[in-house]
């Protein structure tokens, strides 16, 4: 009973709210509602903030945070660093997270350090800050590397490397090139002792297209001696002497460094004495003392000299030593014309190839001395002021040509050496110094030769026998062929005119033919002198009789005719054959007639007309 009683109480309760709603403000007082209601905050969806507040708000916040724009560099602080990462702060909305790889070239990084960062991302899909320590500090080493190059300024630079040409040094975090050129103002011979070693530099020149850049050392010590140069040039004498260090060695001289100033001393003013190379009397680096010769206008040319800092060896040589006496030196250089012996340091003579040898035939002075051969020769001129000297080595042996024509007699028969051909003859050398000339009409008694070389070569030994001799214009005439005996004696009787031999048609030639009777008679046969008996004409390669008809011995012509064999055959036919018929005609004893008739038809057989017919 109690339940029920409740429940009906609440439904009593239910009832009286539904019936009796709730009265709101703008209902119960619509005046007052409309005066306070918001109209800000219903159009902007935000309370309105007074100014003053708005003013103070923007404030702290241009205080206390960074305008975080993309590729912006900014100074931010190491709040905290991680085994990884260094977070950093630049005031904005969010802390940053730079990877420890960017610095390692700090490795002294510590909280509360400053640093200059790059804002590159403000907020990427996670919505972390993105910075970049190493873009920073490549647009600021940019900015500095272009200040100093604008300005002149020495800057700091790390060498990490040697690189094809120069060098790489780090500027301000940018890997610049150091020209092997531009390290110092003497040359580099060992780049590796300035490798890990810090300098300073100049900023010569930027490519900012490809971003290089050119660093320069030697720029700066110019600069220092620059002075020092133009106080050198401006004292500069002829005949001064300075001390100087070798620079730089070439071939053909030496540059000396005066202290800013160089010089050249040539190659010729090093030594007294013939050298080859420079280096063989100083070497890079060494210090010595040397003469001004001569300089230009500007003086930026300055010819210096070692040698004319002692005495010459000319005014040194004793004066003892006179024309004839015998001398000993070295062959320091070779001409085609003869050889330069030095005697004693700086003093050389000359032996002219001609005072080398007494053959008359000159060859190279090479055939006769080496460079670096000691040699001993006889002093011939001496000439102190002039400074020459000429030396002979022939003269050390008896001339051959004292007793020429005890040696070599007129007719005497010897064995020489070619020498040298002429369009004339062969020179053949029968001892060192005597030369001979043969002829070459005196070569060969049967050969046509048109040239020596045909006959023989340089070198070849040849049997001779003087035919002449010139003892004043030392002149020998020699002769080969006449080591033996003229085979054309012989021939003159086996091929005498009318004699008749076999041989082979050779060649056709004009005008004729040519047939080899042995190794030496080749005789020519006239065309008309080919007929065969038959009409025909002989060709090239046919045997066949040949009669000689003649025979030059002087001038080795020799001319055959084949058509006289058989024409000459025909003739003593028939003279064979009127004999026969004269002593027929003596045993028969036929009339006058008969003898008469048989006469015309032999005569007529000759003269190659038709036999008659007999009378009957």
Same mark, same amino acid.
């Given at each position: !009973?109690? *339940?029920?009683?409740?429940?009906?109480?609440?439904?009593?309760?239910?009832? #009286?709210?539904?019936?009796?709603?709730?009265?709101?403000?703008?209902?119960?007082? &619509?005046?007052?509602?409309?005066?306070?209601?918001? $109209?800000?905050?219903?159009? *902007?969806?935000?309370?309105?903030?007074?100014?003053?507040?708005?003013?103070?708000?923007?404030?702290?916040?241009?205080?206390?945070?960074?305008?975080?724009?993309?590729?912006?560099?900014?100074?931010?602080?190491?709040?905290?660093?991680?085994?990884?990462?260094?977070?950093?702060?630049?005031?904005?909305?969010?802390?940053?997270?730079?990877?420890?790889?960017?610095?390692?070239?700090?490795?002294?990084?510590?909280?509360?350090?400053?640093?200059?960062?790059?804002?590159?991302?403000?907020?990427?899909?996670?919505?972390?800050?993105?910075?970049?320590?190493?873009?920073?500090?490549?647009? +600021?080493? $940019?900015?500095?590397?272009?200040?100093?190059?604008?300005?002149?300024?020495?800057?700091?630079?790390?060498?990490?490397?040697?690189?094809?040409?120069?060098?790489?040094?780090?500027?301000?975090?940018?890997?610049?090139?150091? &020209?092997?050129?531009?390290?110092?103002?003497?040359?580099?011979?060992?780049?590796?002792?300035?490798?890990?070693? @810090? !300098?300073?530099?100049?900023?010569?020149?930027?490519?900012? *297209?490809?971003?290089?850049?050119?660093?320069?050392?030697?720029?700066?010590?110019?600069?220092?001696? *620059?002075?020092?140069?133009?106080?050198?040039?401006?004292?500069?004498?002829?005949?001064?002497?300075?001390?100087?260090?070798?620079?730089?060695?070439?071939?053909?001289?030496?540059?000396?460094?005066?202290?800013?100033?160089?010089?050249?001393?040539?190659?010729?003013?090093?030594? $007294?004495?013939?050298?080859?190379?420079?280096?063989?009397?100083?070497?890079?680096?060494?210090?010595?003392?040397?003469?001004?010769?001569?300089?230009?206008?500007?003086?930026?040319?300055?010819?210096?000299?070692?040698?004319?800092?002692?005495?010459?060896?000319?005014? %040194?040589?004793?004066?003892?030593? @006179?024309?004839?006496?015998?001398?000993?030196?070295?062959?320091?250089?070779?001409?085609?014309?003869?050889?330069?012996?030095?005697?004693?340091?700086?003093?050389?003579?000359?032996?002219?190839?001609?005072?080398?040898?007494?053959?008359?035939?000159?060859?190279?002075?090479?055939?006769?001395?080496?460079?670096?051969?000691?040699?001993?020769?006889?002093?011939?001129?001496?000439?102190?002021?002039?400074?020459? !000297?000429?030396?002979?080595?022939?003269?050390? @042996?008896?001339? &051959?040509?004292?007793?020429?024509?005890?040696?070599?007699?007129?007719?005497?028969?010897?064995?020489?050496?070619?020498?040298?051909?002429?369009?004339?003859?062969? /020179?053949?050398?029968?001892?060192?110094?005597?030369?001979?000339?043969?002829?070459?009409?005196?070569?060969?008694?049967?050969?046509?030769?048109?040239?020596?070389?045909?006959?023989? %070569?340089?070198?070849?030994?040849?049997?001779?026998?003087?035919?002449?001799?010139?003892?004043?214009?030392?002149?020998?005439?020699?002769?080969?062929?006449?080591?033996?005996?003229? &085979? $054309?004696?012989?021939?003159?009787?086996?091929?005498?005119?009318?004699?008749?031999?076999? %041989?082979?048609?050779?060649?056709?030639?004009?005008?004729?033919?040519?047939?080899?009777?042995?190794?030496?008679?080749?005789?020519?046969?006239?065309?008309?002198?080919?007929? +065969?008996?038959?009409?025909?004409?002989?060709?090239?390669?046919?045997?066949?009789?040949?009669?000689?008809?003649?025979?030059?011995?002087?001038?080795?012509?020799?001319?055959?005719?084949?058509? %006289?064999? /058989?024409? #000459?055959?025909?003739?003593?036919?028939?003279?064979? #054959?009127?004999?026969?018929?004269?002593?027929?005609?003596?045993?028969?004893?036929?009339?006058?007639?008969?003898?008469?008739?048989?006469?015309?038809?032999?005569?007529?057989?000759?003269?190659?007309?038709?036999?008659?017919? #007999?009378?009957?």
């Amino acid at each position: !009973m109690a *339940e029920k009683a409740n429940q009906a109480e609440v439904e009593a309760v239910d009832a #009286a709210t539904v019936e009796a709603p709730v009265v709101s403000e703008a209902q119960a007082n &619509p005046e007052k509602f409309l005066e306070n209601f918001n $109209w800000h905050n219903y159009q *902007e969806g935000i309370d309105e903030v007074d100014d003053k507040q708005l003013k103070e708000f923007e404030k702290l916040v241009a205080e206390n945070f960074v305008d975080t724009l993309n590729d912006e560099v900014v100074i931010g602080t190491v709040v905290h660093i991680s085994d990884r990462d260094a977070i950093i702060d630049i005031n904005a909305k969010s802390e940053g997270v730079i990877s420890l790889n960017e610095f390692r070239y700090n490795p002294n990084l510590k909280v509360g350090d400053k640093v200059e960062v790059l804002i590159d991302v403000r907020e990427d899909a996670t919505g972390q800050l993105v910075l970049s320590h190493r873009k920073a500090r490549v647009i +600021k080493a $940019w900015d500095r590397v272009n200040a100093a190059h604008d300005t002149g300024e020495i800057v700091n630079g790390f060498v990490k490397c040697r690189t094809k040409g120069g060098m790489i040094v780090d500027v301000f975090g940018i890997e610049a090139f150091l &020209p092997g050129s531009q390290i110092d103002v003497k040359p580099i011979r060992d780049y590796d002792q300035y490798v890990n070693k @810090t !300098m300073e530099f100049k900023v010569v020149k930027i490519n900012h *297209e490809f971003k290089n850049v050119v660093v320069s050392h030697k720029a700066l010590i110019e600069a220092d001696i *620059e002075v020092q140069k133009k106080e050198i040039i401006g004292q500069l004498e002829k005949g001064q002497v300075l001390e100087g260090v070798v620079k730089n060695i070439t071939s053909y001289g030496v540059f000396i460094d005066l202290g800013g100033v160089d010089g050249l001393i040539h190659i010729t003013d090093l030594s $007294w004495s013939r050298i080859n190379h420079p280096n063989e009397i100083v070497e890079l680096d060494e210090k010595l003392n040397v003469v001004i010769l001569d300089f230009d206008e500007n003086k930026s040319r300055i010819q210096l000299g070692l040698k004319q800092l002692s005495k010459h060896p000319w005014e %040194a040589l004793a004066d003892t030593v @006179t024309v004839g006496d015998k001398v000993t030196g070295k062959v320091v250089v070779i001409a085609d014309y003869g050889a330069f012996i030095e005697v004693a340091d700086g003093v050389e003579g000359l032996i002219h190839v001609s005072e080398m040898s007494w053959s008359t035939h000159l060859r190279s002075a090479q055939d006769f001395v080496s460079v670096g051969d000691e040699v001993q020769a006889v002093i011939l001129t001496l000439d102190r002021e002039e400074r020459k !000297m000429s030396l002979g080595i022939k003269q050390l @042996t008896s001339d &051959p040509w004292t007793d020429i024509t005890t040696k070599y007699p007129l007719g005497s028969k010897h064995v020489g050496t070619v020498r040298n051909f002429t369009n004339f003859g062969v /020179f053949v050398e029968l001892e060192e110094g005597i030369d001979g000339l043969i002829y070459i009409s005196d070569l060969s008694w049967t050969k046509k030769i048109k040239h020596p070389s045909e006959f023989c %070569a340089v070198g070849d030994k040849l049997d001779v026998v003087v035919l002449e001799l010139d003892v004043e214009g030392r002149k020998l005439s020699l002769g080969h062929k006449q080591t033996t005996v003229n &085979p $054309w004696d012989e021939y003159e009787t086996d091929f005498a005119l009318e004699t008749v031999h076999t %041989a082979v048609i050779s060649e056709i030639v004009d005008k004729g033919a040519t047939v080899e009777f042995n190794e030496d008679i080749v005789a020519f046969v006239p065309t008309r002198h080919l007929e +065969k008996e038959d009409g025909g004409k002989l060709k090239q390669g046919e045997k066949a009789e040949f009669k000689i008809i003649e025979f030059n011995k002087e001038f080795k012509r020799v001319v055959a005719s084949h058509t %006289a064999v /058989f024409k #000459a055959e025909e003739v003593a036919n028939v003279k064979a #054959a009127v004999k026969k018929a004269e002593a027929q005609a003596a045993e028969a004893k036929p009339t006058l007639g008969d003898a008469n008739e048989a006469l015309q038809a032999l005569k007529d057989k000759m003269d190659g007309k038709p036999a008659k017919k #007999a009378k009957k």
